[in-house]
């Protein structure tokens, strides 16, 4: 193997095994659009615009294959998945960041996420396994990233969000799901809030100073269960309807994939969008054309669950390296100096 492409190659070879997985159990793959007119509105997924001269008309490059594929499960198709190279605007470049990424993304019809949470850690081992054989080494269900083992042999770990709130950040997450709730916590804990105006601002600061670097990285990690305002397009938790059926999953301390059992409620996601447009005008932030037909669709779709997962990071994984440009051949620093 040329060693100066060794990533790169590790990526191809993760892309033909994900094809493997899911041809293998009769999934169809879907080739999804790259440009839309409209897309849904979410929490902190911003889309690049262009302009199609000849028409005059704006679109949008896709932040994920999500509203297609939906649109095409809510007609019949059954199990499906995609490749896709998506782009998400107002997002730095970083070791684990690139302007445009690799992002799988498959839906099971039939399942909640907790069955996708199953198809994960056996879809996360075979390609593991399976670039063991591609190396021509022992095949085992250990890897070793960055000078750590990690053993991906199921169960992993899992936790619910609000479990390691209490373990690691010492508060009750359930009663800090408000903007002066969570002010009055970061304060007392000593977070700079001066500037800070809305509820997820400070929610981040906590879970990535407190939580996330003391995630085990012996094992993956999933975390069940997030807010409400953070996962519009999540079932709601049967319990709790303040949290929501979604799930991350991490390896080696770096977030992978991000799962739910989808909302099926039109009437819900609509409410869920407005309220994301009033946030983005407060706070001045890009406003895009919303895709009523997605939501519409939504109304439409049987039981069903989908997770989204960035390849490149796999191939990180994979390779062992902690550097995102390492697995590509074109990163976008070099395109930019």
């Given at each position: 193997m040329n060693k100066k492409f060794y990533g790169q190659f590790i990526k191809e070879k993760t892309v033909q095994?994900?094809?493997q997985f899911f041809l293998n159990q009769n999934f169809h793959e879907i080739e999804t659009p790259t440009l839309l007119p409209s897309l849904p509105l979410e929490p902190n997924l911003y889309p690049l615009k262009t302009t199609w001269t000849?028409?005059?008309?704006?679109?949008?490059?896709?932040?994920?294959?999500?509203?297609?594929?939906?649109?095409?499960?809510?007609?019949?198709?059954?199990?499906?998945?995609?490749?896709?190279?998506?782009?998400?605007?107002?997002?730095?470049?970083?070791?684990?960041?690139?302007?445009?990424?690799s992002m799988l993304e498959w839906y099971e019809i039939g399942k909640n996420y907790q069955d996708l949470a199953i198809t994960t850690q056996n879809l996360i081992l075979y390609l593991h396994r399976g670039v063991q054989k591609y190396l021509g080494i022992r095949v085992s269900n250990i890897l070793k990233?960055?000078?750590?083992?990690?053993?991906?042999?199921?169960?992993?770990?899992?936790?619910?969000?609000?479990?390691l709130f209490q373990k690691f950040a010492k508060m009750d997450l359930n009663k800090?799901?408000?903007?002066?709730?969570?002010?009055?916590?970061?304060?007392?804990?000593?977070?700079?809030?001066?500037?800070?105006?809305?509820?997820?601002?400070?929610y981040t600061q906590i879970f990535i100073n407190e939580i996330e670097s003391k995630l085990p990285t012996?094992?993956?990690?999933?975390?069940?269960?997030?807010?409400?305002?953070?996962?519009?397009?999540?079932?709601?938790?049967?319990?709790?309807?303040?949290?929501?059926?979604?799930?991350?999953?991490?390896?080696?301390?770096?977030?992978?994939?991000?799962?739910?059992t989808e909302n099926t409620n039109s009437k819900d996601l609509l409410i869920q969008t407005k309220k994301e447009i009033k946030f983005r005008q407060k706070e001045h932030l890009p406003v895009h054309p919303f895709d009523l037909d997605f939501i519409e669709s939504c109304g439409k779709l049987p039981k069903c669950a989908g997770i989204g997962l960035g390849i490149d990071r796999l191939a990180m994984i994979f390779s062992n390296t902690a550097n995102i440009q390492d697995v590509l051949y074109f990163p976008t620093h070099k395109l930019t100096k």
């Amino acid at each position: 193997m040329n060693k100066k492409f060794y990533g790169q190659f590790i990526k191809e070879k993760t892309v033909q095994l994900i094809r493997q997985f899911f041809l293998n159990q009769n999934f169809h793959e879907i080739e999804t659009p790259t440009l839309l007119p409209s897309l849904p509105l979410e929490p902190n997924l911003y889309p690049l615009k262009t302009t199609w001269t000849h028409k005059n008309k704006d679109f949008f490059f896709v932040t994920s294959p999500e509203s297609s594929l939906k649109k095409l499960i809510s007609q019949g198709i059954g199990n499906c998945f995609s490749i896709q190279k998506v782009i998400r605007d107002l997002e730095d470049i970083g070791p684990t960041h690139n302007l445009e990424f690799s992002m799988l993304e498959w839906y099971e019809i039939g399942k909640n996420y907790q069955d996708l949470a199953i198809t994960t850690q056996n879809l996360i081992l075979y390609l593991h396994r399976g670039v063991q054989k591609y190396l021509g080494i022992r095949v085992s269900n250990i890897l070793k990233y960055q000078d750590t083992l990690i053993d991906l042999s199921t169960p992993w770990y899992s936790y619910t969000l609000q479990q390691l709130f209490q373990k690691f950040a010492k508060m009750d997450l359930n009663k800090n799901l408000t903007f002066s709730s969570i002010k009055k916590t970061a304060d007392k804990k000593g977070y700079n809030t001066d500037c800070v105006t809305s509820w997820e601002p400070l929610y981040t600061q906590i879970f990535i100073n407190e939580i996330e670097s003391k995630l085990p990285t012996n094992k993956p990690v999933i975390i069940y269960d997030y807010p409400t305002q953070m996962s519009p397009l999540c079932k709601p938790c049967k319990n709790n309807p303040s949290f929501r059926q979604r799930f991350e999953f991490y390896i080696g301390g770096m977030e992978i994939g991000n799962a739910y059992t989808e909302n099926t409620n039109s009437k819900d996601l609509l409410i869920q969008t407005k309220k994301e447009i009033k946030f983005r005008q407060k706070e001045h932030l890009p406003v895009h054309p919303f895709d009523l037909d997605f939501i519409e669709s939504c109304g439409k779709l049987p039981k069903c669950a989908g997770i989204g997962l960035g390849i490149d990071r796999l191939a990180m994984i994979f390779s062992n390296t902690a550097n995102i440009q390492d697995v590509l051949y074109f990163p976008t620093h070099k395109l930019t100096k």
